[in-house]
């Protein structure tokens, strides 16, 4: 809703100083009279009959009344005067705590105080906007906090020029009014003569006070500096500190997100960079032949070692059990056996021996140690391939079930324009800021802002080691390409049914129970927010979205085929052997969601305070 403020509204300004000064006018007489009728009840009561005064006796002349109603006029002026300030600010204060308008106080320059002409060069106008209307009117790409779309945003102009056209509006934005609030416009009023608008995401840290610092008149800068009260190496904040220059990655916690490679991990992916330059041509002509098979020019791309290769069967084989086509499903194994037992669920394979060799075979341990950050890379590798040669293409993790293609969602023709579309990881700590975009699962546009992303994530790989994380790497990229080359990027909400994940799985009870009954808009099920290998197949057992055979869990393929190893293994040979055509359920916790209940099973480890009888039915 506009606010408009009409020519009406701006003669009735001066209204409120007509009751004020009635007021001090009328405070002022009553003082006078008062002051004027003591003095005259004083004279009558020390005058006698036939004029003459009384004394205790003594008799003296007293003055003649004109003289003495001359002297209390006297005295009466010098009494208002020194007493009219303060009764100005008195009656000031008062009607300003009574809720009514006191009266504009221009600056020399036009407007108000509260842009003075020394901050001419940063603002010249200020507006509120509804924040929801704004993030749906200017589509910024991370989704809008839940339970925050009715706040408003707030736009400051720079110049007289980008206030909006109507004059009244203009006015108020100005806060020629100072008694009244900022304007509130609608999104398209308040930037219809904004020809950029520059876009700051902000929040409130928990237990710190925040400032920002708007610095007019200097060369501009599209980075944002991070001052923080600390220690000067590591420690948390201290407010007792002077403030520092320091990394957007230092929480106030004191843990550092962003640290730089050191040189053996900078060596170590040296290494791995000059193999990948030595070999990229012969690799890109390989590839392009095996994706020319393929039908159109979307592709799903996966990678896997052969720890993990019983959640990429599994996909396979839940895929499989719900009529879905995997025929442009492309699979970049990093070692032989996760080739053979691929091809043996029929899917196709792009191995290159040379530059997966230092991907470890093992499953990491947990989330984010060594051998994790080192697969990790692969994930770097298949991406950047197929995106050089021009396909779009759909990323995603092996620890996933579809309910629905995927693909039709993101070629659906009414889906708004971006580069890439990522699902929401759910987690906002700060070195997943601004986007916490899961890179598991996302759709990238083949184009030149995606190739030249890709590129220099490929570069830009040591920082995937040192930081043990391929997301947090990924999503400063993002915010980065974002505003050097325009990449726009989209996440869906978590709040949104299409692409759940951990985060539901762990901490939203009836979505998943709509998951479970078949009441749900999901397309995919993503098992991230787990820790381990071990307790994602325990989950999907849980969930009833568990389709391999016991006797193919942890064998290669030739063990499974009772072939001699090295033999090769026929594409689909391991599909009968594998993949059940019904879920395989089995209970394992009683707290966590199943797709019938587990009662007699144990909990997960049990929070310090719960109660003993916490269970997901």
């Known amino acids: 809703m506009i606010q408009k403020v009409s020519s009406t509204d701006s003669r009735s300004r001066r209204l409120p100083w007509f009751p004020t000064i009635t007021w001090i006018l009328i405070v002022l007489t ?29 008799v003296s002349n007293a003055p003649n009344l004109a003289e003495l109603q001359r ?27 009574d809720g009514h308008q006191t009266p504009p106080i221009k600056n020399e320059n036009g407007g108000s105080p509260l842009l003075s002409n020394s901050l001419r060069n940063i603002a010249q106008g200020l507006a509120r906007v509804s924040k929801g209307e704004l993030m749906r009117t200017y589509d910024l790409g991370v989704p809008i906090n839940a339970g925050t779309e009715n706040l408003d945003a707030l736009i400051l102009y720079t110049s007289l020029e980008a206030l909006p056209s109507d004059a009244n509006v203009a006015r108020a934005a100005r806060h020629e009014d100072p008694t009244k609030p900022l304007p509130l416009l609608s999104a398209s009023a308040a930037t219809e003569n904004c020809d950029t608008m520059n876009v700051i995401l902000m929040d409130r840290l928990d237990h710190a006070r925040q400032c920002f610092a708007l610095v007019g008149d200097q060369y501009r800068s599209y ?3 991070r001052w923080m009260r600390r220690p000067d190496d590591e420690g948390i904040l201290d407010s007792n500190m002077p403030l520092k220059l320091t990394s957007r990655g230092w929480t106030i916690e004191g843990r550092q997100e962003y640290v730089p490679p050191g040189s053996i991990i900078s060596k170590y992916h040296q290494k791995r960079l000059l193999t990948y330059l030595s070999e990229v041509e012969d690799i890109k002509s390989r590839l392009k032949k095996t994706l020319a098979k393929m039908k159109g020019n979307t592709v799903v791309v996966m990678t896997c070692n052969h720890g993990q290769s019983e959640l990429l069967m599994n996909f396979a084989c839940s895929s499989r059990a719900r009529g879905f086509d995997l025929h442009n499903v492309i699979v970049f194994p990093t070692d032989m056996e996760t080739k053979e037992l691929t091809e043996g669920i029929g899917l196709t394979t792009f191995y290159e021996e040379k530059l997966m060799a230092s991907i470890p075979k093992e499953e990491s341990e947990t989330y984010g140690d060594e051998i994790f950050a080192d697969v990790m890379f692969a994930k770097v590798l298949c991406v950047q391939l197929v995106n ?6 759909l990323f995603q993790d092996v620890d996933l079930v579809w309910f629905k293609s995927p693909l039709d969602f993101f070629q ?6 971006f580069d890439m579309y990522f699902q929401d990881d759910g987690s906002r700590q700060l070195r997943f800021a601004p986007y916490s975009a899961n890179s598991g699962f996302y759709f990238v546009r083949s184009n030149a802002k995606t190739r030249h992303l890709f590129r220099h994530f490929l570069y830009a790989g040591d920082l995937i080691n040192a930081w043990y994380s391929h997301q947090a790497v990924l999503i400063a990229l993002l915010g980065e390409h974002s505003s050097l080359m325009g990449l726009t990027v989209k996440i869906y909400s978590k ?47 849980q969930l009833g979205e568990w389709y391999v055979n016991e006797q193919c869990i942890g064998k290669e393929a030739h063990e499974i085929a009772s072939t001699k190893k090295g033999e090769g293994i026929t594409n689909g040979i391991l599909l009968s052997k594998c993949c059940s055509a019904e879920p395989i359920f089995k209970c394992h916790y009683r707290d966590k969601p199943s797709k019938i209940p587990c009662p007699d099973s144990p909990y997960t480890i049990k929070k310090p305070g719960e109660s003993a009888d916490i269970s997901f039915w």
């Open 388 to 393: 050089e040669l021009g396909y779009d293409l």
């Open 223 to 225: 980075h944002i500096q």
């Open 30 to 58: 009553s003082s006078f009279l008062s002051f004027y009728v003591g003095v005259w009840t004083g004279i009558h009561a020390s005058v006698g009959d036939g004029g003459q005064a009384r004394n205790d006796g003594a």
């Open 71 to 97: 002297q209390a006029e006297e005295l009466s002026k010098l009494i208002i005067a020194s007493q009219l300030p303060d009764l100005c600010k008195t009656f000031s204060s008062a009607t300003s705590a």
């Open 412 to 417: 659906e023709k009414s889906l708004p324009t």
């Open 495 to 541: 709040e949104t049914e299409e692409f759940p994940g951990g985060l539901h799985f762990h901490r939203k009870k009836e979505v998943m129970k709509a998951i479970m009954s078949g009441n749900s808009k999901a397309y995919i099920f993503h098992m991230s927010w787990t820790n381990n290998k071990d307790d994602k197949v325990k989950f999907f057992q």
